[in-house]
């Protein structure tokens, strides 16, 4: 009796340490994976904080996509991402990133992101599935051409009430491979990067009206400055007045030429001229010497008219295209001088 007690007693004692051993060695792996978790969690949100500081200095659209696609990646695991933007005005989509770290996916179809993207621009709702993607897709009328992704999360990228595009990461590999903080993680990074591109939208305006009110700050003053040298010294300071209206407008040449005439025809006669490139750079100049006006039917039509015409040379008619090739002239404006002549 005794002995069969101790045996008792032993095995009562190496069944508790046994349980007790178990239990240590659950909590230490609860430990270490929840550990895991929290490394995990905290790289990604310092890949964010990376990312949202980033942002904040960025100022074209080009800049902010490539980011995306380097920093998403420290991220996220995926196959393909891809940065879709939405025009309301044309209703049109573009992709302005599109990456596949391992390479094209065989049997698999960008267009899949096309078809998520347009749901999404109107649904405006995130997407996160695991498993059975096409499946999901199918019963929200979206077309899935090639193979399913094995789990897929897309997002909409908004400002305000808009949607003005979106991010979609697909994995081809792993199911279960996305959870509701990768959701969270994404939807941030998708407010991050609306904002960013509303500002360098708004950058870019901006830089658009400075430089509209530069250019016609220098216009206005280049302008009365050529008039005021006509005005003073005649026609004798051609040459001054056509350099004033260089600074004012830029160009690579200007001309003026007078219309002359000769027994039945008139021509356009080049009496002055401005080059930016200086004399070694100047065109064949016996083709501005004599310009038949019956050369240029549309040029003198227009001057008559409306006492201007603008031309690009890869889109003008002949026999003015002619012209404006053999002078290396890409585009040109002309103004009319009336006078008394028919033509101006």
Known sequence: RLLVEEVASQLELALE???????????????????????????????????????????????????????LGQVFEFDRLTVATFDAKTDSLSFPAVVEPQGEIAGSSRALAKNLTLWLVHAGESVLV?????????????????IEPKSLLAVPMSTGE????????????????????????LSTVATQVAIALENASLFEEIRTALEAIENRERYQANVARSVAILTEYGTRSMGDMLSALADAALPGRIYFAQIKEE?????????????KDGPSMRPEKSKTQHMAVAL?????????????????????AEPEKDFLSSQGIKSTLLLAVTGKASIP
């Open 162 to 185: 808009a949607v003005i595009g979106t991010i979609v990461l697909e994995n081809y590999r792993q199911t279960t491979n996305y959870t509701s903080t990768h959701l969270d993680l």
């Open 296 to 316: 240029f039917p549309n040029w003198s039509a227009a001057l008559k008219d409306k006492g201007w015409i603008s031309i690009v040379a890869s889109r003008a």
């Open 130 to 146: 695991d498993k059975d993607v096409k499946t999901y897709l199918t019963a929200r009328s979206i077309e899935v051409p090639g």
């Open 17 to 71: 340490n046994a349980q007790l051993y178990a239990e240590v060695q659950q909590e230490l792996g609860e430990r270490v994976r929840a550990e895991q978790e929290v490394n995990r969690r905290n790289q990604e949100l310092s890949a964010l904080n990376q990312m949202s500081q980033q942002m904040s200095k960025l100022a074209s659209h080009e800049e902010i996509y490539n980011e995306i696609a380097a920093m």
């Open 263 to 275: 027994e039945h025809s008139q021509y356009w006669r080049s009496i002055a001229e401005w080059n």
